[in-house]
Every structure is written in structure tokens, then in C-alpha cells.
């Protein structure tokens, strides 16, 4: 069964930026739509970014600005340019892959942003 899996979490300062990364581990003929979620202790998990395949991005209001999500279709990954990064986006975060059929989830990477 192919899975996602991230990678570029880590520790940084507050103000900082970190770059993640999500690839399949195994052959996929195409995603439709893929995304970055997070889901904060004592909260519902959240979608913090998505794209489509044409190109098409959707952000939560809490990272607008400062994170970036982008993609390549040839290879089905997904990336995402996190900038100004405040100690609030601290968790996990989930690479996702979904379309008609099939929905695809990473393992998850761990974010931590320290003040």
C-alpha cells in the first residue's frame, strides 16, 4: 500500500523557516489534490494547505502570507515554505493525498517553533 512520507521537520526559532517535504514511497499514477495538516492537542485536525493539480492553492486565514505550499505533478510531491514561524504553529504536521477513491496520508513530521 503506498504511504506519504515527510520529511524537513524540526526545531527553529520563532521568526524562522523551515521547509517540509512529502513523497510517495511508492508508484502513483496521479493525486488530484494534495495537502499539509496539523492537528494542535485538544483540537480538530486542520487543513493548513492544499493544492491541486492545476495549480489551484487553498490556505488557512492562520498562515496566509506566510507559508508557501507547491507542488510537482510528474513526481506527486508536495512542499511547503513555512516563513515567520510563530511558536503557535508548533506540532505535527501531516502530508495528504486525495482525489476520487483513494485518500493517502504521511506519518506525520514534528514542527517545533521556540520563542
Known amino acids: 500500500q503506498v504511504q506519504l512520507v515527510e520529511s524537513g521537520g524540526g526545531l527553529v526559532q520563532a521568526g524562522g523557516s523551515l521547509r517540509l517535504s512529502c513523497a510517495p514511497s511508492?508508484?502513483?499514477?496521479?493525486?488530484?489534490?494534495m495537502g499539509w495538516y496539523r492537528q494542535v492537542r485538544g483540537k480538530q485536525r486542520e487543513s493548513v494547505a492544499t493544492v491541486t493539480n492545476r495549480g489551484s492553492t487553498n490556505y488557512a486565514d492562520s498562515v496566509k502570507g506566510r507559508f508557501t505550499i507547491s507542488r510537482d505533478n510528474a513526481k506527486n510531491t508536495v512542499s511547503l515554505q513555512m516563513n515567520s514561524l510563530k511558536p503557535e504553529d508548533t506540532t505535527v504536521y501531516y502530508c495528504?493525498?486525495?482525489?476520487?477513491?483513494?485518500?493517502?496520508w504521511g506519518k506525520g513530521t514534528q514542527v517545533t517553533v521556540s520563542s
Open positions: 495528504r493525498g486525495f482525489g476520487g477513491g483513494y485518500d493517502y
Open positions: 511508492g508508484s502513483i499514477s496521479s493525486i488530484d489534490v
